[in-house]
């Protein structure tokens, strides 16, 4: 890692949740609050939904061009979800965090593990999303609109699987009322920046204070 430059450590944030438990809308609030929080765009093979633009949500690929970057070690973390293949690339995660920039990550399970586990894990902030019921994740995922049934289906069976990793992570919300899930991210996102150990300058100015002191007595 590189010498950090900034006032503060980035932090890399993973959003986790199953399919429809609100996410990426927690994530665009997030955006609109703090818009110096740089948001992972992640690589995909999957097809582009309507309305989504391309280096934008994600950057759509074939699974050639997936393969070779992961080869090459372009992606910090990838993972097959729902018949296609995901993965975060590395190098804007390296800029930010030399820059002392947070990075918004929504991926699952499987890429919070990896990044977790790929020596980045003092900066990770990892906050997982809890439907606030079965019911309520399919009503949702059904009033998005933008997958067909066979889709639906495919991520309502997969989302005990996702939710079963709950207990890995830092932080857990059940988006029950939107306003007050985004209102306890952001609260969090606030508390954790204040880290002792995210303040790597906090002993330049102590040894500030303590030479005023000085002078002052
Ligand atoms: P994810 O990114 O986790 O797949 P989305 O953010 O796309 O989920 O949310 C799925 C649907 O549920 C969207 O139509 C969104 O507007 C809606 N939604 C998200 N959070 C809530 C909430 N707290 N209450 C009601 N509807 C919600
Ligand atoms: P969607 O197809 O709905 O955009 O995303 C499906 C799932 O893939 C979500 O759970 C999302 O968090 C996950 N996902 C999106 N991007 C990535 C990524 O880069 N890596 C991993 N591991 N999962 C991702």
Redesign the pocket.
């Known amino acids: 890692m590189g010498e950090v430059k900034a006032e503060r450590r980035g932090l890399l944030i993973i ?1 986790s ?12 609030k997030l955006r609109d609050w703090d818009p110096s929080l740089q948001f992972s765009v992640s690589s995909t093979t999957r097809a582009p939904r309507a309305g989504e633009v391309d280096g934008k949500d994600y950057y759509f690929t074939t699974q050639e061009d997936f393969r070779n970057s992961v080869n090459k070690g372009e992606m910090l973390e990838h993972a097959r979800v729902f018949g296609n293949y995901y993965g975060s690339p590395r190098a804007p995660v390296q800029r930010a965090i030399d820059n002392g920039r947070d990075v918004l990550f ?1 991926v699952d399970w499987q890429g919070a593990q990896q990044i977790s586990n790929s020596g980045l894990e003092d900066y990770v902030l990892s906050i997982f ?1 809890l439907p ?1 019921s079965i019911p ?1 994740l399919k ?3 059904i ?4 997958d067909d049934e066979e889709t639906i289906k495919l ?1 309502m069976s997969a989302s005990w699987d996702e939710i079963s990793h709950w207990d890995g992570y830092d932080y857990v919300l059940i ?5 007050e ?1 985004e209102v306890r991210l952001k609260s969090i996102i606030t508390a954790e920046r204040f880290r002792r150990s995210q303040q790597p300058r906090l002993l330049d100015h102590v040894r500030k204070l303590q030479t005023e002191f000085e002078d002052d007595t």
């Open positions: 959003l949740s199953p399919s429809g438990a609100g996410k990426s809308t927690l994530a665009r929504d999303i606030p309520e009503r949702r995922l009033s998005r609109g933008q991520r988006n029950d009322d939107l306003v899930t």
